[in-house]
């Protein structure tokens, strides 16, 4: 079965057709820039329009096909599936109508993706669509994990709670971690989804049951641009002593904070050869960025009760060696030791690299996610029964 995926960020469109038996991309692109000056195109709409006309689809009588293989489904990442979309979901005039009560959870990201998704729906594309929802793996989460400690009317009738983020890449490096092992003991795995954006899940034999990001994509870890777990009054008090709006706060805490609130830069590979340089805010930004890791990881810890493996992916995940290194050094207490030659150059076998000192306790590894099979295969699961 071949799978069409649109994966949708705020200024992004991804598309790749997957043939999930192999797990080959038979044609993949990427859209970038969306809506900004100089970028690939003016909006969302027209950069689903774009996508499908690689696709070969050129009006809604014609049978969708790519170079030849008939695509038999089309699948679409929604980052923000509230509580009521537990899993890949067939699209129907139904959910189409719960998906738009949704766009204030997530209004950077679940908009474009509808977009990109009802034009598809109005061209009549004869083929299922399928939603996948970064927020389902999450939807495990026992109420001691995604509540917080306010007012259940406020949870209730505005859903204020803790959803959780990249759920789709966490849950793929898990179970390929669990499948590289084989274990016969419950696994008890802590994943960290390291890019621009980064999150950390704790999972027991690939359920999850907990995680870093909450109602939003900005609790939790330092990101590129995000500022993670800080205390809640700080924009109370911006806003009152400096005139600052809820846009603006909004805007700086999204947009200007993490990294490049810290050292003025987003990208990792230029911090670290800063910091190698003896640039002081590039070393002060890396070691609270490890610090706020560290901390996370211990009360995960906590949590399982033990761990059997830690896993690194995503961008800075798979390919930062230093920022591996610096975050597991001081963690040989809890059975975290790597090889550092293996840090240095992971051997990766299907997707996995063991980059363990040998006698460790906890395997460490680094395991490449790939959300647009992840997405491919969900969506082959629902359109095959």
Do not use: W
Request: glycine share 10%; proline share 5%; with cysteine.
């Amino acid at each position: 079965m071949n799978v069409f995926v649109f994966n949708v960020g705020s200024t992004t469109l991804k598309y790749a057709c997957i043939d999930v038996a192999s797990g080959d991309r038979l044609y993949q692109g990427l859209i970038d820039r969306i809506g900004q000056t100089g970028g690939e195109a003016p909006d969302h709409l027209t950069a689903a329009h774009m996508a499908l006309e690689h696709a070969g689809l050129r009006k809604p009588a014609d049978e969708l096909r790519l170079d030849g293989p008939v695509i038999s489904a089309i699948a679409h990442r929604i980052v923000q599936g509230g509580s009521q979309f537990h899993g890949p979901t067939l699209v129907d005039a139904t959910v189409l109508s719960n998906l738009a009560k949704l766009d204030a959870l997530a209004p950077l990201h679940n908009p474009p993706a509808r977009c990109v998704l009802e034009t598809v729906v109005a061209m009549k594309v004869p083929v299922p669509q399928v939603l996948v929802f970064d927020t389902a793996y999450f939807s495990t989460l026992e109420p001691v994990a995604y509540r917080y400690a306010i007012p259940a009317e406020i949870y209730h009738d505005h859903g204020v709670r803790r959803y959780g983020f990249h759920g789709t890449s966490h849950r793929y490096v898990t179970d390929a971690a669990i499948t590289h092992l084989k274990g016969t003991a419950p696994m008890r795995i802590i994943s960290l989804h390291l890019g621009g954006g980064a999150s950390a899940t704790a999972s027991i034999d690939g359920v999850a049951v907990d995680t870093s990001m909450g109602m939003t994509p900005l609790e939790g870890l330092v990101m590129a641009t995000r500022c993670g777990d800080m205390d809640p009054s700080v924009p109370l008090h911006l806003m009152r002593t400096t005139g600052m709006s809820v846009d603006d706060v909004d805007h700086l805490l999204n947009k200007r904070s993490g990294l490049v609130g810290l050292c003025g830069e987003p990208d990792m590979r230029a911090i670290l050869a800063r910091m190698d340089a003896g640039d002081e805010s590039a070393s002060l930004a890396i070691a609270i960025y490890v610090r706020r890791l560290q901390k996370m990881i211990g009360s995960y810890f906590a949590i399982l009760g033990g761990l059997d493996a830690l896993i690194f992916t995503a961008g800075v995940g798979e390919h930062a060696a230093e920022i591996r290194r610096l975050v597991t050094e001081p963690l040989r207490h809890l059975g975290i030791a790597l090889d550092p030659a293996h840090n240095q150059s992971p051997e990766l076998s299907q997707g996995v690299a063991d980059i363990s000192r040998v006698g460790a306790r906890v395997r460490t590894m680094v395991v490449a996610t790939d959300e647009e099979l992840a997405i491919a295969r969900q969506t082959a699961d629902i359109v095959s029964v």
